[in-house]
């Protein structure tokens, strides 16, 4: 029997004409060091019409990609919108790769643009030689005369693009499940991985972030979005505040706590999304130099766990609830929102909200053991967590307009997240590691997510860090890598003894080394490949207690 | 180039697992006419379980239909999980259907199996014997030794069906777009007209209810659905319920504003959606029985257009904000909600609260003139409004496995709507009348819906029709029936006189009549049809002012 509901296609040019069109009073305001510059929905509507006619000067064609290399600012909004709308792929590059990995990325998704912010184009520059597939470059937000081409490639200036070009563009139908934007993603092994988001999933991402059990998001919101759009498409922020009509406001460069503070004062957003080693900046900041932050109704902590001692700080302090989050770039990337049942009040509430959260409809789940069986929502039983839905990866791009079902990251149609967890039977996860992090000691998993966010709980401690390091007796011991804060002095005993009514006795960590800074990846996550490689050289001075 | 998203497809066997597990202490609480009954949705999932173990026993296969005849009860949410899971075909049977008109339906629909509560056994069984498809029917609520079967008929008790059945299914994996559940428009005039919804548009139109520019529906809400199960899919609560979690309470068949006032009083649900008929008697049984209803976030109003005096009554004595919201059974039906733009306060905000509506951006609109040209969003120019989406219907269900695109109600893949209006330029809809119901008087366009509002609004009035009726110099003028307040006592010429600064003189009435009651249709709309052949026929006692 066939349905008789439309056949039409869920589509970005939608997006782009509802959002610019009904909310054409709604604005991105870019922040420019000192004071914000302010753009109209309606006006980001035409500048992105002209820039599809610009670009389809250059010869862009078909789904060919257009490279940004920009920060979050209105005119990489514009390119959020006309790229896929356009039917071209968006391929947002992420400007804190290392620099053979950039050239990998935009080699193997052939970009044939890109576009780039001004104060980025010394970055791009170094490696634009070796960009084989690059022909035109556009620069924004800066002097397009700075840039020295290689041959063969051509410098525009975005702004003089734009003049140029017509302001309406005819927007093509096209296949709901066709290539809209990519993002590849930066492991600390191996080449980066190349997710292909369809005009489809980001449609769909953009309704969760506005549904009661994701984000919220609402017209009557500005959202700040710290967390980068080349970094998983900025939470799919971007999209969802042209779906809802909310107001957005871009930091730009201007990413320290200081910056942050005062786009804070000077636009009152109404929530901000990050990562956790953003806000604990920020918290420090405000420290010393208090402020008023209650105009947030929420705030966003994804990419890493969100210590619950930040949490309260926020909530305690500042009257500034935390949500938090789960995903990754495969999953679009909102998997899971922390967000407690109305029935839980007081520390049950807590308890749920320390967790990554609950699944939506959207996103089916399952943790699979050790040896391949699926492992039960009852809480304590541990697996790897696998996930299913309309905007999760089931491969990776190729190259050659094919698709790679890599069986380390997918298994049956689910995607293997590579972390470890619990479930509870009301569909809470509680992760407790990576999966390449675990740390294995007398046959026992130990956490070492558990135990990073107990040590950081402890006033005189910034940052802490907790690898597995092999063990004679046990096979595996933790090693907990401490960075204090400024003025903060503390002893391993004294850590230990801090740790001793929080976690059992045999999970005690006998092994604590003090850094300066615990390294990351280029996407600012704990980098602990490289934790255990400076542990395997004995470059690390280790205390025993 | 090639999404590399997962190709999973949206299917309401999703929908029922999600629901019934990660939510499985949410509830529905059904009204028994002195108190409730109670079932969480675990065990609403292992009941549904069972009917599909059931059904199959009965020889429901592929995409056979499968009626239900209920009132709004536990059985019949059961019955929307089961029956489209399984991959049947739900068909809700609209109990206020003429008898004609409910024969050609079961039999268009070519129903297999039909689900009827006890109490509505009586109605069924005069029509049963024509029903000539029907093999089964099962008996909820009631004893089904009440029915006397036609032959070739088998009755059923529901409870002992499932009783005997297994409690788990292997719900099957669908495509998206097919078939889910149908449902007809009950018109005035012709045969009724089947719309048939996929998992695709109910999954889609579901997370819409849930998000901030719909219903914002939540697990922290407990939805009463007073709108019937058998119109228009009760505006699609039921499977929102079960996304986001929210417990659900069902009336049955104690519509009156009593018993919905005792439900009130017994579950303090926080949300609410009903016709205003349904709001009117509330109100006015409020007046008579007062009682703290402010435990209600938001009352949800559609089907007709609401009154302003009645958002004015909830909100001002009673705290109860009113939501507006446009749809049809075509369009699932959510279109518009009159959500006001955050910036707007005061008068402002009321003004866009009475309007329909604003579309969010699944539902595309345009406004089609009279001589098929498109016409602005300016707030002024009026046209038939037709609408696109992905929970819109494009055709209606012919029979024997085909589409009929009427093209008086489907036009270059639009639906139209019927109704006239106008649209602001930023999206907010105004209906000014059905198009059959147009009064053009001396060229211009007089609105019956505006003249009715304005009438409803003065103290005495209960109800107030308003049509066109032939006039030798203008055409047509208008005609306003209205029906009094118990107790109330007003003259036509007093109501023209508290006209007087609320219309345009030359619209103002000069053909009054006083009736006991406005016909109604089978869904409670005001029957214009039958007015005017109740004036034709001279009927009507008219009074010229």
Redesign the interface.
């Known amino acids: 029997?066939?349905?008789?509901?439309?056949?039409?296609q869920?589509s970005l040019a939608?997006?782009l004409r509802?959002?610019t069109?009904?909310?054409?009073?709604s604005e991105v305001v870019t922040w420019t060091g000192s004071e914000s510059r302010r753009r109209s929905y309606a006006e980001v509507g035409t500048r992105a019409a002209r820039l599809a006619n610009a670009l389809r000067g250059l010869g862009v064609t078909g789904?060919q990609?257009v490279g940004t290399f920009m920060w979050n600012n209105a005119e990489h909004l514009e390119a959020y919108l006309a790229i896929p709308a356009m039917g071209a792929?968006l391929h947002t590059l992420n400007i804190r790769l290392f620099p053979e990995q950039l050239v990998f990325v935009a080699n193997h998704a052939a970009d044939h643009v890109v576009l780039v912010d001004g104060s980025l184009v010394p970055l791009l520059a170094k490696q634009l030689p070796q960009m084989s597939t690059v022909r035109h470059v556009v620069v924004a937000n800066g002097d397009a005369g700075t840039l020295e081409a290689p041959d063969g490639v051509q410098v525009h200036s975005y702004e003089e693009l734009l003049a140029a070009a017509p302001d309406t563009f005819e927007w093509p139908e096209l296949d709901e499940?066709?290539?809209?934007a990519m993002c590849y993603t930066s492991g600390t092994t191996g080449d980066p991985k190349?997710?292909?988001?369809?005009h489809?999933?980001i449609w769909?991402h953009?309704?969760?972030v506005?549904?009661?059990?994701g984000m919220?998001?609402?017209?009557?919101d500005t959202s700040l979005a710290i967390v980068p759009m080349f970094h998983a498409m900025s939470w799919g922020l971007p999209y969802a505040a042209?779906?809802?009509?909310a107001s957005m406001v871009m930091p730009d460069r201007f990413l320290q706590p200081g910056p942050i503070a005062e786009i804070l004062a000077a636009e009152k957003p109404t929530m901000a999304a990050a990562v956790p080693t953003i806000w604990q900046g920020l918290l420090q900041h405000l420290e010393a130099n208090p402020q008023d932050i209650s105009h947030l109704r929420e705030v966003v902590v994804g990419g890493s766990a969100a210590p619950p001692s930040m949490m309260h700080a926020f909530e305690e302090n500042y009257d500034v609830p935390v949500l938090h989050a789960w995903g990754m770039t495969e999953t679009s990337p909102l998997g899971s929102v922390a967000?407690p049942?109305?029935?839980a009040a007081g520390d049950e509430a807590w308890a749920y909200r320390y967790t990554q959260g609950?699944?939506?409809?959207?996103v089916?789940a399952r943790l699979i053991g050790d040896s391949g069986e699926e492992m039960p929502w009852d809480g304590e039983s541990v697996g790897e967590l696998e996930v299913?839905?309309?905007?999760?990866?089931?491969?990776?791009?190729s190259g050659q307009?094919?698709?790679d079902p890599d069986p380390e990251k997918f298994h049956d149609?689910w995607?293997r997240t590579g972390d470890v967890g619990k479930i509870t039977?009301?569909?809470f996860l509680t992760l407790t590691d990576r999966a390449k992090d675990v740390i294995k000691s007398g046959g026992e998993w130990i956490s070492s997510v558990d135990l990073e966010n107990h040590v950081m709980a402890h006033p005189a401690v910034a940052e802490a860090a907790v690898i597995g390091v092999p063990d004679e007796k046990w096979d595996e011991r933790p090693l907990v890598a401490v960075v204090l804060r400024e003025g903060g002095s503390v002893t391993p005993a004294e850590l230990r003894e801090f740790l001793a009514d929080k976690v059992a006795k045999w999970q005690l960590p006998e092994n604590w080394t003090f850094v300066d800074e615990v390294p990351k990846t280029s996407v600012g996550k704990f980098d602990k490949k490289r934790l255990r490689g400076a542990h395997a050289e004995g470059k690390l001075d280790i205390t025993h207690v």
């Open positions: 029997m066939l349905s008789t509901m439309q056949d039409g869920l939608h997006l509802h959002g069109s009904v909310h054409a009073d789904d990609r792929v499940r066709s290539a809209a190349g997710v292909v988001y369809s489809r999933s769909l953009s309704m969760q506005c549904m009661s059990d919220r998001l609402s017209e009557a042209l779906m809802a009509g967000r049942p109305a029935a609950r699944f939506p409809a959207s089916r299913q839905g309309p905007w999760i990866a089931g491969a990776y791009y307009e094919g698709v149609g995607l039977s009301d569909g």
